[in-house]
């Protein structure tokens, strides 16, 4: 009974110390990487705005064990990817010009994970700079605010 009071203090201990800090933590983040490819943005496009062909031969996310459907139109603005995992996910294309890239929404988690993001292309000396953000929202979730300092 002794350990049961100990450990139940020690959560309420936690809890009266991680919500105020929560409090203090960002509200969003903002996370972005570039890679310089030897190519056009009209030649990129293709990889970024399709997301059933074009996704599949660079995506991280590229995982068998994901049974991935798609809806819309195969590439461009409405194009989505649909999966399950821990709820229901989705991926929008939301905006693409096949000169700068494209801009998504994802939805994860049943809802309750949502992001931003983008893949954009620029052409530089010769190449083009593709520059991927990820604009994350936490304002509305406390403890998620917790990832962000991952």
């Known amino acids: 009974m002794k350990i049961l009071k100990i450990v139940g203090v020690g959560l309420v201990v936690l809890f009266v110390l991680i919500t105020p800090v929560g409090y203090m933590l960002p509200t969003s983040v903002t ?31 590229n995982d068998p064990k994901y049974q991935i459907t798609y809806s819309g139109p195969k590439e461009g603005v409405g194009a989505k990817s649909h999966w399950q995992d821990n709820g229901d996910n ?24 949502r992001m931003k993001s983008s ?24 403890y998620y605010r917790y990832f962000g300092l991952i």
Not at 122 to 134: A, I, M, S
């Open 31 to 61: 996370v972005t990487g570039s890679i310089a490819v030897d190519a056009s943005p009209e030649a990129i496009y293709p990889l970024i705005a399709n997301l059933e062909e074009g996704w599949p031969q660079w995506s991280p996310w």
């Open 90 to 113: 989705q991926l929008t294309v939301v905006k693409a010009d096949p000169k700068t890239g494209a801009e998504f929404d994802l939805v994860m988690m049943n809802e309750s994970f």
């Open 119 to 142: 893949l954009l292309c620029e052409p530089r000396n010769g190449k083009t700079e593709v520059t991927w953000t990820d604009d994350i929202d936490y304002s509305d979730k406390l």
